[in-house]
């Protein structure tokens, strides 16, 4: 089997390698010549070129873009390949980006490993990136079940969890334990930041340590991520916050009615509930 | 000089370890004679005794017991010391407990040792476990300044950074970057568990990855700590909880009117920001 790699970056970049070791004939594909030569150096590649006609040969093809650039890239790949080929994408919003690709591609399943570092780029791109890590496949009614079995085969072999859902349950879930934290972390520096008293904030400055340092991590990352997130995944994204909102307002008013009682079971049961997430 | 240190958990037993490293004789007092003899036993005392007549002769003397116990202890220790006896504590809250030690001693400094660990007791009491975290000390208009420099100059000892400030300022910083953080935390776990589609739930629960990690983890933590916050800080946490609901509705209002301009501004700001609070 021959699978092409669109976007060679961190994800492209590690499924390049993985799927190399597992005796796959793998052609990348980037728009700089030096990231197309990078890929060859470390072995990321077999075959790589800034044309999109490396990839004529191609049984399954990775679209390895950002988010915006899934359609775009898609469109431009279609003169250059036969209906057999399998496209995937590894976009971290679904619904989205499955409707868009769905309409100009028959052959198209969407996926998304859900791993990453916080480096970027091809230098960043490690052997067994995707092992262990969940690997989510959103078929809809019109996805051919055979080219789904094909990607998860693929993904199967890198070690990864599998998951099969819908593209809004796959939204809907990866709003809150993804993109909910994001912003929940960043209005914990705005509002820190906001505070009007000099003094005080220099203090919140200086005493700062562990505790606000992990709940800001997500909140103090890269921007263009936070607003990539908002952009595709607003709607699931917002009714994550408007959950979040009912969660915060009773805590408010649990604390202004001095109820110690029930903050303490609610406390106690975030306690027990935290692990079921993290297993 | 002779140290007493009332209360031989994580933090009384850690000062005993330090300052008896620096010379002084440490008296420690328990309420169980198993904790006493651990005390002696690891070093922690030279002497110590279930009774507080072991500090008659004590200059200073720490009140390490949790914070509701801070003033009772006060009143029980007021028969077996002379007005000279200066009295300290390690209380994470300071408003409230200034307010109550002062009308029953005269001679009284609050502080708050911002060190800790996950562990707690005795056990757990380590050196320099105060070197190079804040040691803030509280005073008041009535405070004696002389005592003041005692108690700062064993905080020097420990290599701790001192921090004078009012316990109002104290109590507003401490809330901003750590009893803020635990609620915003804790209301994200009830949020994600509180997904009623059973499948998303499913879903959110076996994604969830370092993201949410950080971000929950101060809100899966101890209860009780969680309670004591509220309660011993409670109008400086809603005060903090206020400025936060008000960062957060801004974001979600931006994101709702998809202006992604400004997200993109906002989520810049806290990246820069952040770093100020971790130096």
Known sequence: MKVGIIGLGLIGGSLGLDLRCQGFEVLGVSRREKTCNLALERGVVDKSSTSFSLL???????????????????????????????????????????????????NFVGGHPMAGTAE?????????????????????????????NKVEQLARSLEARIYICSPSAH???????????????????????????????????????????????VGGGNPELGVMMAKYNRQELLRSLSQYRQSLDKLIDIIDREDWETLEAILSSTRTARPRFLS
């Open 120 to 148: 970027q780029g091809i230098e960043a791109a490690q052997k067994d990136l995707f092992a262990g890590a969940p690997y989510v496949f959103t078929p809809t009614e019109s996805t051919p079940t055979e080219s789904l």
């Open 171 to 217: 939204d809907r879930a990866v709003a809150l334990i993804s993109h909910l934290p994001v912003m929940v972390s960043a209005s914990l520096i705005d509002a820190c930041e906001s505070e009007i008293e000099p003094e005080v904030l220099q203090l919140a400055r200086s005493f700062a340590s562990s505790g606000f340092r992990d709940t800001s991590r």
């Open 56 to 106: 004529k040969e191609a049984d399954v093809v990775f679209i390895c873009t950002p988010i915006e650039a899934i359609a775009p890239t898609i469109e431009r790949l279609i003169p250059h390949i036969t209906p057999q080929t399998i496209i995937t994408d590894v976009g971290s919003v679904k619904a989205s980006v499955v409707e868009s690709c769905s309409l100009l591609w028959d």
